[in-house]
């Protein structure tokens, strides 16, 4: 609750709880706390990547060999989305949510269960994993958010799956949203009022959306389209300072700029945004050379974007 209401409270909450803990000895609370810190303030707040996977471990292994589980499902979930993208390959969250998801349902947290379901799907997204069974996985994500009736989290899943599939070619027009299950024009001006909502995290506009839409007019060679959904979404970025989405906009966001060729000091601004989590892993490093996603989904829009060269000069 404390992210929703401001970050700096949550900030503040865990670092109370951290300095409890080192003072005072562990209990089940201090797992969660310690993979908040990690993955909350010293990685995004100060870059500090592997302290912050220390840190996480640390809460892991909290559940896992000392038994202090009783908040098993968010400390798997955090250490999935906080951590292990800046330090680690993303196929290595796939099986932690997988945990942190069935933890959530043994324990009853619906919430938890739906926010780890659609952040593994973000995950695969990432990691360039077959496009045919992300879809699935993320209709089944989506149908157990609506069976819940949360909200939020089922406008979320919508963008994702909308996502894949104008990926896949299954709307009418390549890289728009359209399709029998609702059109752009129609829940746009809901999302354009959502991003003038003052607060933090998920109450401060859907970031999500305006990213998902970047990601798709990019590969569809929209370059006007996806400039202007890269400045929504840079309105909103202080609202998703750990999510892998950030790094998705710094990409595409430099995609999109470079297409156009305007306003390069925005590109050579894109390293320190997202760049710079990287580049002090060298683990880090070799995942990304090695990530399916430059051969599957990069490399696509590159051919994308040199095919409609002439029509941006």
């Known amino acids: 609750m404390a992210y929703a209401v401001n970050a700096n409270l949550l900030v ?19 797992a969660i706390a310690y993979a908040f810190l990690g993955g909350t303030i010293l990685g995004p707040r100060f870059g500090r990547h592997q302290e912050g996977f220390r840190f996480g471990q640390l809460g892991v292994d909290l559940v896992e ?3 202090l589980d009783r908040f098993r499902a968010r400390v798997w979930m955090v250490f999935a989305m906080s951590v292990i993208p800046w ?14 998801f069935q933890a959530s349902l043994d324990a009853g947290d619906v919430g938890y269960a739906i926010y780890s379901s659609f952040l593994a799907i973000t995950a695969r997204l990432g990691s360039g994993d077959p496009l045919d069974d992300v879809q ?3 209709e089944r994500a989506l149908s157990f958010a609506r069976n819940a009736r949360w909200v939020g989290h089922i406008e ?17 027009r390549f890289g728009f949203f359209d399709d029998e299950a609702g059109d752009e024009s129609g829940f746009e001006p809901a999302r354009l009022a959502q991003d003038q909502t003052s607060g933090a995290g ?21 370059t006007a389209d996806a400039l202007e959904a890269a400045s929504r979404a840079r309105e909103l970025l202080s609202a998703t300072p750990n999510h ?10 430099a995609l999109a700029h470079a297409a156009a060729s305007t306003r ?3 590109i050579r601004d894109q390293p320190r945004g997202g760049g710079r989590r990287g580049d002090r892993t060298p683990r880090r490093q070799g995942a990304r050379r090695r990530a399916p996603l430059r051969e599957s989904h990069s490399s696509r829009t590159r051919a994308r974007l040199r095919s409609h060269r002439g029509d941006w000069q």
């Open 87 to 100: 330090t680690r390959h993303l196929r290595a969250s796939r099986e932690i949510f997988q945990r942190a």
């Open 264 to 266: 390069l000091e925005v």
């Open 156 to 172: 979320y899943a919508t963008t994702q799956l909308a996502l894949i599939r104008t990926l896949r070619g299954l709307t009418p």
């Open 12 to 30: 503040l909450a865990v670092l109370h709880m951290t300095r409890f803990s080192l003072e005072r000895g562990n209990t089940d609370a201090s």
């Open 136 to 138: 699935r996985e993320a």
């Open 65 to 67: 060999k000392r038994g």
């Open 202 to 222: 998920w109450t401060r506009g859907p970031w999500w959306y305006w990213i998902r839409k970047l990601q798709a007019r990019c590969h569809a060679g929209e």
């Open 244 to 253: 892998f989405e950030l790094a998705e906009f710094h990409f595409y966001s």
